[in-house]
């Protein structure tokens, strides 16, 4: 059983900042992939940035330059650092990681979501 919890989401400003965080634990052998995504109100849901065990990082065209991605191996916990906020970033954001289980199971495993309002 493998499980991921996020935390950070709330209300912000525009021009705001949050950090969001997500915690992977249970059976894991190793992690590959992490990533956040997020859904809006009537959108479907999209990749806001991922990161892979290496440190090679991908983000969304709208975050570039205001969201940044990190992960704590040790910890296998990834980290959204979100800046300068825009009412178009409230959404759900969901946590993601693509593992192996200590039975050598291949598993995509997502959170339970936080939401992230901005609004003045």
């Known amino acids: 059983q493998v499980q991921l919890v996020e935390s950070g989401g709330g209300l912000v400003q525009p021009g705001g900042s949050l950090r969001l965080s997500c915690a992977a634990s249970g059976s894991i052998f190793s992690i590959n992939v992490m990533g956040w995504y997020r859904q809006a109100p009537g959108k479907e849901r999209e990749l806001v940035a991922s990161i892979t065990s290496g440190g090679s990082t991908k983000y969304a065209d709208s975050v570039k330059g205001r969201f940044t991605i990190s992960r704590d191996n040790a910890k296998n916990t990834v980290y959204l650092q979100m800046n300068s906020l825009k009412p178009e970033d409230t959404a759900v954001y969901y946590c993601?990681?693509?593992?192996?289980?200590?039975?050598?199971?291949?598993?995509?495993?997502w959170g339970q979501g936080t939401l992230v309002t901005v609004s003045s």
């Open positions: 993601n990681a693509d593992l192996h289980t200590r039975t050598y199971q291949y598993l995509r495993v």
